[in-house]
């Protein structure tokens, strides 16, 4: 079975920083575009960072140099470094492919920036 485990989201004040990490069991997941999404309440969910299975990245301009997608495909693991954190972060925060049908969604992870 085909499953995504987010974890690492918690209460943090603005400025602070949250690792957020995403493990993926029962797929290949070297090969994957793997990508970091947020849904806020009231909003759709929005794609916020990538990783191609080379290692490229790519960002949204809300969190370009805020926010570091990585991987260790050793560990089926995709994590999502997030500093200098604001307010407009706050969201449940998901993990999945990009390209192609995605895999059942997880129950992500809840980040809340809040003083």
């Known amino acids: 079975q085909v499953q995504l485990v987010e974890s690492g989201g918690g209460l943090v004040q603005p400025g602070g920083s949250l690792r957020l990490s995403c493990a993926l069991s029962g797929s290949i997941f070297t090969i994957y575009t793997m990508g970091w999404y947020r849904q806020a309440p009231g909003h759709q969910r929005e794609l916020v960072a990538h990783?191609?299975?080379?290692?490229?990245?790519g960002y949204v301009d809300s969190v370009k140099g805020r926010f570091t997608i990585s991987r260790d495909n050793a560990k089926n693991t995709v994590y999502l470094q997030m500093n200098s954190l604001k307010p407009e972060d706050t969201a449940e925060y998901y993990c999945?492919?990009?390209?192609?049908?995605?895999?059942?969604w997880g129950q992500g992870t809840q980040v809340t920036v809040s003083s």
């Open positions: 990783i191609t299975s080379d290692g490229s990245t």
């Open positions: 999945n492919k990009v390209f192609g049908r995605p895999i059942s």
